[in-house]
């Protein structure tokens, strides 16, 4: 079982930064892929980008390639995004799911957090 918590959202104006961290609790949590999704208001929850579990591997949605960077810490249990660039269309929920492997499809993450809310003005 892992536990994930997601922190570090904000408002900020477009063309800002913000680092998003996810804190898992769990003693298998290197062994899972980690994802994050966002969902904006009356939208469907959207891939964002995927680490494999040794990190090795990525996968971004094309919407923030160049823009976000995923990185996790084993040691600390925590999987990192840092958003750059920011507009306003990456307004939404930013949610981290803990999954076994990596996949953009949000049904074959186990565990999720609650999410933290990016609002980006502009």
């Known amino acids: 079982q892992v536990h994930v918590v997601e922190s570090g959202g904000g408002l900020v104006q477009a063309g800002s930064s913000l680092r998003l961290s996810c804190a898992a609790s769990?003693?298998?949590?290197?062994?899972?892929?980690m994802g994050w999704f966002r969902q904006a208001p009356g939208k469907e929850r959207e891939f964002v980008v995927a680490?494999?579990?040794?990190?090795?591997?990525?996968n971004y949605a094309d919407s923030v390639k160049g823009r976000f960077t995923i990185s996790r810490d084993n040691a600390k249990n925590t999987v990192y995004l840092q958003m750059n660039s920011l507009k306003p269309e990456d307004t939404a929920v930013y949610y981290c799911?803990?999954?076994?492997?990596?996949?953009?499809?949000?049904?074959?993450?186990?565990?999720w957090g609650q999410g933290t809310q990016v609002t980006v003005s502009s």
């Open positions: 680490i494999t579990w040794s990190g090795g591997s990525t």
């Open positions: 769990g003693r298998t949590f290197s062994s899972y892929a």
């Open positions: 799911a803990a999954g076994r492997e990596l996949t953009t499809r949000h049904r074959q993450y186990d565990y």
